[in-house]
């Protein structure tokens, strides 16, 4: 039976997703417009019968209160911002509550990791502002 399967659903539960008698190639959009994943199905040749994908996120993180930035990587996105918002992290406590403004998915951690150390330098930080620009505009257009 084919079916209509809610990745969105899956990756926001922070669940491996299971693909299930999936002909072709499907297209995943994630929460940033500008970020697509292409997964094949298990019988595509090269996936070596894989059945569930884990993914790897580099997320942003921002501060209610001061309105400072945290850039993070973790494979279980809303566990780790209910870590982030029970003041588990030491460096992120004091600046509680946080809300996810942006996060990119990867398949391979190593990718993930080296996109985190990025974002975290000064030329990262300048992309990271520059890819959310309209949400930056809009939060001061609000204030």
Do not use: C
């Not at 279980?76 to 870590?83: N, T």
């Not at 502002?129 to 204030?143: C, E, G, P, V």
């Amino acid at each position: 039976m084919l079916g209509k399967l809610n990745f969105e659903s899956a990756i926001s539960k922070g669940k491996a997703v299971q693909i299930e008698q999936i002909i072709g190639e499907v297209t995943i959009q994630t929460a940033s417009p500008s970020f697509y994943k292409t997964m094949y199905n298990k019988n595509m040749p090269g996936s070596e019968n894989s059945t569930a994908i884990m993914f790897y996120y580099v997320y942003i993180v921002q501060s209610m209160k001061n309105k400072d930035l945290y850039v993070g990587f973790t494979i279980d996105l809303k566990k780790r911002l209910q870590e982030h918002n029970r003041g588990s992290n030491f460096s992120t406590k004091p600046y509680r509550p946080w809300k996810l403004i942006h996060f990119e998915a990867y398949i391979n951690g190593s990718d993930a990791k080296r996109r985190e150390d990025y974002l975290k330098t000064s030329q990262g930080s300048r992309v990271l502002k520059r890819m959310l620009k309209d949400y930056f505009h809009f939060q001061k257009s609000k204030n």
